[in-house]
């Protein structure tokens, strides 16, 4: 079974840093490109980046591209969002999500529950 | 950045309706579209990849369709347990969502 499990969550104060993990088990993790998405409260869904096989490729939306860090560690089945210089606007549900790939279709075909995220002094 | 509107934000429907919701590209994405449900409290899950394929045990009442910078998904007969919030998502270059549509009970 294909399980992705979010964490690293929780109340930070502005202007720190944060390191969210996704561990993932039930399938062979570097055979899948990886993805993170985030949802503000009572908001959409909005895609973050995401990151290929063996790291040689890190795609970012360009309003993250300078405060997060996407990375992945295959020995561990983990994939990592390093979060820097939070603000109240990056309060939010973040999740993890497997790149499923039907050539030539891609889709986010498994998601994690999602960590919160509270950016607050 | 490839902007995807939804239309409309919300609806009213009943049991046994037709629901039909629209997506709309700022710029041509081929059929690189994905359709995502998500009911309250839960995560996004796939209903529709490649703008027209449903994926593994999505019910046959939902359909895609669409091409370039207009998609449609269409729910045949609406079911309870389809209330949800239903948001598109264009691949074609990095990726944005839409907006979402939110669908209620009249």
């Known amino acids: 079974e294909v399980k992705l499990v979010e964490s690293g969550g929780g109340l930070v104060q502005p202007g720190r840093s944060l390191k969210l993990s996704c561990a993932a088990s039930g399938f062979s993790f570097n055979d899948y490109w990886m993805g993170w998405v985030r949802q503000a409260p009572g908001k959409g869904l909005e895609w973050i980046g995401e990151?290929?096989?063996?790291?040689?490729?890190?795609n970012y939306t360009p309003s993250l591209k300078d405060k997060f860090t996407i990375s992945r560690d295959n020995a561990q089945n983990t994939l990592y969002l390093q979060m820097s210089k939070l603000g109240s606007e990056d309060t939010a549900i973040y999740y993890c999500a497997r790149d499923g790939y039907s050539p030539p279709y891609w889709y986010f075909d498994f998601w994690g529950p999602g960590t919160m995220v509270t950016v607050s002094s | 950045n490839t902007v995807m509107t939804q239309s409309p934000t919300s609806m009213f429907i009943s049991v046994g309706d037709r629901v039909t919701m629209n997506c709309k590209a700022s710029q041509n994405v081929g059929t690189n579209v994905d359709w995502y449900q998500q009911k309250t409290g839960q995560s996004p899950k796939l209903l529709i990849y490649g703008a027209s394929n449903r994926y593994t045990g999505v019910p046959d009442r939902f359909t895609g369709s669409g091409s370039g910078t207009d998609f449609t998904l269409t729910i045949s007969n609406m079911q309870a347990e389809d209330l949800a919030v239903y948001y598109c998502l264009q691949y074609n270059y990095n990726r944005t969502f839409g907006g979402g549509t939110k669908l209620e009970l009249k």
């Open positions: 990151i290929n096989q063996d790291s040689s490729t890190i």
